[in-house]
């Protein structure tokens, strides 16, 4: 997760992080991703059942819940877990989380035991009732998917009306004060939707939007060709960096999040040495401190039936079942060789990653899309942008 109006736009400096030990448990939100004991950061996929199909899903929802599925009280054992443990954020997914009628009382519980609690979702079933129910329990935040405007949005998400849907439920969300926030996942159908999307956000006073790039998990399996050239993922990139600064020198300033490919990072800190800005060290700090792609280190994933992932596309691999074990013992079992070559991945990456001069900033970047190309963990990554130059 790379900050661009944290680094770009200079919302967060070095000495904000360090101000406050950088430890999990002292840091507010925005500053979480510098913390230098990487918590995990849990994705739980509460359900598969979605009331959308989503032609790029990771998850391959369905439409009714499958078997197996976690029940509540064992909802609440997962939770006592992550609490006791130190996890300092949990994310609700799906699926569609809110096919499940126990979500908002498992946030609840996850934030009596003093968790952040988030939820990612399509936005179509936040009525107003439930809205007001979210913002009672103190829901940290309401992420809403979103891959272009109506027409596009609504081919994505295999449904007409989806569009309409989360609009309604973004402004029942603002109706009773809940921060909500887009989140869009880039490829080639959409690239042209960002302006019209940054135009959104700016009407809409939207505060935050998350650009996620495309990973080959699920049914998103089927979409590499669909995915940007490198050329095109650059100017992308600089295209987000150049609306995100334009806010911020308008006063409407928004948080702006590149997700999913930790070249950003270096992008971001080579454009600034090219402009001559005066925070570029300070950014190659933070990015220092982000440390890259934590998978099966900063964040990771429990699905709807308790299997246990380095992250929430990673799903073909599970490390074991937390109504085996629990998570954190799971989380710590440095006996699977994977989870063990996970916490210091940076050793075992290959090709030009294994040489490249910002291994320290990216960790690697994303070994699904690695393995999804060619059928090796730890294979250089295929979406890296990088030029050779940029990286030696």
């Known amino acids: 997760m790379i900050g661009i109006s944290k680094l770009y736009c200079g919302t967060v400096e070095p000495s904000d992080a360090l101000r406050y030990g950088r430890q999990s448990k002292d840091l507010p939100s925005h500053l979480l991703q510098f913390s230098e004991d990487k918590r995990p950061v849990v994705v739980w996929n509460i359900t598969q059942a979605c009331n959308l199909k989503c032609v790029h899903c990771y998850a391959r929802a369905v439409e009714q819940k499958s078997k197996g599925e976690l ?28 096919m499940r009628p126990d979500l908002v009382d498992l946030a609840n519980y996850a934030i009596s035991k003093g968790m952040r609690a988030v939820i990612s979702t399509n936005g179509t079933l936040i009525t107003p009732q439930k809205a007001e129910e979210i913002k009672k329990v103190g829901l940290s935040y309401v992420g809403v998917s979103l891959d272009g405007m109506e027409e596009i949005n609504d081919r994505f998400r295999g449904k ?21 926030g887009l989140r ?18 700016e009407e809409m ?10 990973v ?6 089927n979409m590499v060709e ?54 570029a060290e300070d950014v190659l700090k933070l990015l220092k401190m982000n440390e890259g792609n934590s998978s099966g280190l900063g964040i990771g994933c429990v699905s709807w039936d308790g299997e246990v992932h380095a ?15 629990p998570f954190s013992e799971i989380w710590s079992d440095l006996s699977n060789p994977l989870m063990a070559k996970l916490k210091e991945k940076k050793k075992y990456v290959k090709g030009r990653c294994a040489t490249c001069r910002w291994l320290d900033v990216c960790a690697g970047n994303f070994r699904v899309r690695a393995e999804a190309v060619t059928g090796d963990i730890w294979a250089a990554e295929p979406a890296c942008y990088l030029t050779d130059e940029e990286i030696s």
């Open 184 to 201: 869009f996942t880039i490829n080639r159908i959409n690239t042209m939707e960002i302006p019209r999307i940054f135009d959104l956000v």
């Open 205 to 214: 006073e939207i505060p935050r939007i998350c650009f996620y790039h495309l």
């Open 311 to 325: 992250d929430q596309f990673w799903r073909r691999y599970s490390f074991g079942n937390i109504l085996d074990r």
């Open 71 to 98: 029940t509540h009280e064992q909802g609440l054992r997962l939770i006592d877990n992550l609490a006791d443990s130190g996890s300092p954020v949990i994310l609700f997914s799906g699926g569609e989380p809110l």
């Open 216 to 221: 080959y998990a699920g049914r998103g399996s």
């Open 226 to 279: 669909e995915d940007l050239e490198h050329n095109q993922t650059r100017a992308v990139v600089d295209l987000i960096m150049d609306r995100t600064r334009d806010l911020h020198e308008r006063g409407k300033p928004k948080e702006v999040l590149t997700v999913d490919n930790h070249a950003d990072g270096p992008f971001v800190y080579l454009r600034m040495l090219k402009e001559k800005d005066p925070r």
């Open 160 to 180: 007409k009306g989806a569009f309409k849907g989360a609009m309604e439920g973004i402004r029942n969300c603002q109706a009773v004060g809940l921060k909500v």
